[in-house]
């Protein structure tokens, strides 16, 4: 328990400690009084004038920060929406990819068959003296003829080994007339009818010999011509009979695809040569000398 003087001294200890606080709050006051006098000292002659445009720059301060916000609402609202249409995108594509493809496959091969009905009127339009047999498709027809052969060659029987024998003789005509074609047409390239360096006479001189030369060969075309006419007949009287085994059909439909395609060699060779016979004359009329088929007809009736 304390005593008596102990309580004295604690009563005189806290009476002291206010003091001191007392002390303190007071000289804290005139601190800050002191402080914001000098201030106010320091402070421009219109710094009240200040107050309203600092109190506007705050409002438009508020004012764009307000408007910043909004943005940045409204780009996350757009990114959220900007999601969605590309997941609806990916889907859509997902779901119509493989159409998409079938349809760029289609695409392009209508492509591919313009580009080859581009060059197929390409050599038409030039002089046909200046393609081969290759561009015609004649040799393209003749190497599918021969392939004909040896399957017919294959399962044919032995009572139409004459039948064989005259197709590959009519196979063999065309081959030797192409052959002749395309000589010609390399003679005319490499002796151009048309240079213009060479004088009138001696151009007309050169094209009247290439448009004789066709004219024989013309003539021959059409000889071959009716010897595949009276193939066609032998064709056709050995497929006649009652018996149709499977050998017989097999054999029946060989000769017909041959038949067929000797028709196409031969039509193939006739326009082509009634192409080339058409650019010389008309070479020929454009120079003044177009009788050079009177002549020949004469000689030849069978010329058409």
């Known amino acids: 328990m304390a005593t008596v003087p102990e309580a004295e001294e604690s009563g005189l200890r806290t009476v002291v400690e206010e003091d001191n606080e007392h002390e303190l709050k007071k000289l804290a006051t005139s601190f800050l009084g002191l402080s914001f006098s000098v201030m106010l000292a320091h402070l421009p002659s219109d710094a009240l004038s200040l107050v309203p445009r600092l109190t506007t720059e705050v409002t438009e301060l508020k004012q764009r920060l307000a408007a910043a916000e909004e943005q940045v609402r409204q780009m996350k ?68 003829l021969e392939e004909e052969l040896l399957n017919l060659e294959k399962v044919c029987t032995s009572d139409i080994s004459k039948v064989l024998s005259l197709l590959r003789k009519q196979a063999k005509r065309y081959q030797a007339l192409a052959g002749k074609i395309d000589d010609l047409c390399r003679k005319m390239q490499s002796s151009d009818p048309c240079d213009a360096t060479l004088g009138p006479e001696f151009r007309t001189q050169r094209q009247t010999e290439f448009l004789l030369e066709c004219f024989r060969f013309q003539q021959r075309a059409s000889e071959t011509g ?79």
């Open 77 to 144: 609202c757009r990114r959220v929406e900007d999601s969605k249409a590309n997941a609806r995108v990916v889907e859509i594509f997902a779901s119509n990819r493989n159409a998409w493809q079938e349809e760029e496959k289609r695409l392009q091969n209508r492509i591919h068959e313009l580009e080859e009905e581009r060059e197929e009127f390409m050599n038409r339009r030039e002089s046909p003296w200046k393609i081969d047999s290759e561009a015609t498709g004649v040799s393209a027809k003749l190497r599918l």
């Open 226 to 304: 009716q010897k595949l006419v009276a193939l066609q007949t032998e064709i056709t009287r050995s497929n006649q009979g009652d018996q149709l085994s499977l050998a017989k059909m097999n054999t029946r439909r060989s000769m017909d695809l041959i038949k067929n395609n000797l028709k196409q060699v031969q039509r193939n060779l006739e326009i082509w040569l009634a192409r080339i016979i058409g650019d010389l004359e008309g070479i020929l009329a454009r120079d003044g000398a177009s009788r050079v088929r009177e002549f020949y007809v004469a000689r030849y009736p069978f010329v058409q």
